[in-house]
């Protein structure tokens, strides 16, 4: 088969986009968590939950064991409910050494927090029979997992606390959510809606987006001008917007709850259709680029509802670049530690922080446009590996 030519510049956004439609779209039953789950809460960020759950369990000046390979931001935010972090051996494929986990449980524990990587489960079972042979709640971290499963089981609710983020798989302008499972209920307030404003904001960016996406360099070029006027009408009125996808916890926005429109769209979604075409695309790629550059994961387990494509190579900044330039937004995936983890201690976490590089292949994007992307991976990746003129 000829492959595409990938010359021309396209939009593959990292997050999937707003279509129109959904903002009046009608409910559908939610049949995974954090929606079917009677005793959750909603939060702007899934940050927010994470200080809530510290609090809420009080954990405050007792230790949380907490996975060396972390984003950063979760860590901030147990730091700031008053917690203390420490951690343990995550290896080259994201596998949790549970092991290590046992042997660093010491009188001064006081919690488990367990991450599932882009939608990747972890041992949530072994997890939970550590917690459950301590007498210390087990907190899942769900942020990069929703809608996915471990076989028949829903990530989230084998914990005693399951943490989410809606705005990386579902196209809403915010979203966090706090699970408590199990018989033990807690009062926990509703916290207030956002600002109307940033929510706007947030909302006209994923419809742009979805513009872009549809209409090529037509949409390309209307989204530049509208993008270029609400920049200014937003600096011109001193409008709030609340960034997303930043990199750190900030106390001033924790009582931020989740905006009504968000979970208008997100109560709208098919989420089963979701995690098939999620599905569909990773296996694309998987098929199109296993031969060229090694994955993390050579299989998708039953009930995955996989966030990005994760991949290792070893010159992450060049493809990133490169890809960029082709209209790829690639992930970048946790490139440093939270200077809480000492990365002498976890060289494989250092190790994956140099070389997974994390490809879109969320719902937005139909095979067509996967299978371009894969021939522009592949050509980024055999550009990168030629010597340079320099060299020769």
């Known amino acids: 088969m000829e492959e595409v030519k990938t010359t021309d510049k396209m939009f593959v956004p990292s997050l999937p986009t707003l279509w129109p439609g959904m ?19 909603y939060f702007y960020f899934a940050r927010n939950a994470v200080w809530l759950t510290i609090k809420m369990l009080r954990l405050d000046g007792g230790e949380v064991l907490m996975p060396a390979y972390h984003h950063g931001v979760e860590v901030e935010a147990v730091v700031d409910a008053g917690a203390i972090p420490r951690f343990y051996r995550v290896g080259s494929r994201w596998d949790v050494d549970v092991a290590d986990v046992a042997k660093r449980i010491t009188p001064k524990t006081r919690a488990l927090y367990l991450i599932h990587y882009a939608g ?104 530049g001008l509208v993008r270029s006027v609400g ?35 997100a109560l709208a979604q098919d989420l089963e259709s979701i995690v098939e075409a999620r599905r569909r695309n990773y296996f694309l790629l998987l098929g199109r680029l296993r031969d060229v550059s090694p994955p993390l994961f050579n299989q998708l387990p039953a009930g995955v509802s996989p966030l990005f494509y994760p ?51 969320h719902q937005d994007l139909s095979p067509e446009v996967m299978g371009q992307v894969a021939d522009a991976v592949r050509e980024a990746l055999k550009s990168a590996r030629q010597p340079s003129k320099r060299a020769s």
């Open 120 to 223: 990747f489960p972890g041992p949530v079972d072994a997890m939970r029979k550590l917690a459950d042979e301590h007498g210390i709640p087990l907190i899942e971290d769900c942020a990069l997992s929703l809608l996915s499963s471990d076989g028949a089981t829903p990530l989230g609710t084998t914990g005693d606390v399951g943490i989410f983020c809606l705005y990386k798989t579902l196209p809403v302008p915010n979203g966090g959510a706090l699970v408590v499972n199990g018989k033990r209920s807690y009062s926990l307030p509703e916290p207030p809606s956002p600002p109307l404003a940033s929510t706007f904001s947030h909302t006209v960016s994923a419809l742009l987006q979805n513009l872009e996406l549809r209409g090529g360099a037509v949409g390309r070029g209307l989204r």
């Open 231 to 265: 920049h200014g009408t937003v600096k011109a009125a001193s409008i709030e917007r609340v960034a997303t996808g930043t990199q750190h916890f900030d106390r001033r926005h924790v009582d931020l709850g989740m905006s009504p429109l968000t979970k208008r769209i």
């Open 23 to 41: 903002l009046m779209a009608p409910p559908r039953p939610g049949a995974l968590p954090p929606f079917s789950s009677p005793n959750a809460r």
């Open 311 to 361: 991949m290792v190579v070893q010159d992450k900044e060049l493809l990133l670049a490169k890809l960029r330039e082709k209209g790829i937004d690639a992930i970048d995936f946790w490139k440093r530690f939270h200077p809480a983890c000492d990365p002498s201690e976890f060289p494989e976490v250092a190790q994956l922080r140099r070389t997974i590089l994390e490809i879109p292949c």
